[in-house]
């Protein structure tokens, strides 16, 4: 199958933020930062809206950062936010994700060839350590963090699918393992490329890739449009994600 979409974010800026090359012995890092991509998006349950995600994805010759804030529409609680940071050569760098109140974070950080979790739950407590043996480049999929999955989505690209004349063509599904810190475990998951689809968004139909994610007890469905993440569904919960 064959993901037609304009060239406003290349398949090229994809490859270099999957798996950036790092500066040779030589040369000294990029440090001049871009702005991959930044919005919102809109949470709805039922169809009434509960929550807005703010994101910014940023890239420079040392790595990657991408942040999120998620606000409940209500205003009932503060706000939870999560720093992603990884390398140049894609492996993680540093985690954070805060509730917002201080009374419960939780950070992962690379080690050798495992990942470290510290978990704090009030003020109180002694923080709590988990490891994983799990490789430096595995992705993040945590709790109130839907940016997450365009990152994902973007590793996909880069390295399940290849350039063509016509397009990127996506052949087979792939594999992931990941790591969501908030449930304190790792699984694995599998991304496909479905096609192309008509999507009706903020009232306009527009041609959008549609990609299955899925994992054992899970499957939520995305739409992207220029290479940008602008729809999730997850049906088991009546839940719609949707970029402002």
């Known amino acids: 199958m064959r993901f037609?979409?304009?060239?406003?974010?290349?398949?090229?800026?994809l490859l270099a933020f999957a798996f950036p090359a790092g500066a040779t012995k030589k040369e000294k890092a990029d440090t001049s930062t871009s702005m991959?991509?930044?919005?919102?998006?809109?949470?709805f349950v039922n169809g009434r809206r509960v929550a807005t995600e703010t994101f910014n994805i940023q890239q420079n010759g040392e790595g990657s950062t991408t942040t999120s804030e998620f606000?409940?529409?209500?205003?009932?609680?503060?706000?939870i936010s999560s720093d992603?940071?990884?390398?140049?050569?894609g492996d993680l760098r540093h985690y954070q994700w805060n509730d917002g109140t201080g009374k419960s974070q939780t950070s992962v950080e690379p080690g050798d060839q495992v990942l470290h979790q510290q978990i704090i739950v009030?003020?109180?407590?002694?923080?709590?350590?988990?490891e994983y043996l799990l490789p430096l480049s595995t992705p993040i999929l945590?709790?109130?963090?839907?940016?997450?999955?365009e990152v994902l989505a973007w590793r996909f690209l880069a390295t399940g699918c290849k350039q063509t004349p016509d397009g990127i063509e996506c052949k087979e599904p792939s594999q992931y393992g990941v790591l969501i810190p908030q449930q304190q475990t790792?699984?694995?998951?599998?991304i496909e490329f479905k096609g192309m689809e008509t999507v009706t968004l903020k009232?306009?139909?527009?041609?959008?890739g549609r990609f299955n994610l899925k994992s054992e007890n899970m499957e939520w469905h995305m739409w992207m449009d220029s290479y940008k993440l602008m729809r999730i569904d997850i049906p088991a919960d009546n839940t719609e994600i949707v970029r402002d």
């Open 36 to 43: 991959v991509d930044s919005g919102s998006f809109g949470i």
């Open 4 to 13: 037609r979409q304009p060239a406003l974010l290349s398949v090229f800026v």
């Open 122 to 130: 009030g003020a109180d407590t002694k923080p709590i350590s988990r």
């Open 203 to 208: 009232g306009a139909q527009r041609q959008m």
């Open 71 to 79: 606000r409940v529409q209500d205003g009932s609680r503060p706000p």
């Open 84 to 89: 992603w940071q990884l390398t140049a050569n």
């Open 186 to 190: 790792s699984l694995a998951v599998t």
């Open 142 to 149: 945590d709790d109130y963090a839907f940016v997450q999955r």
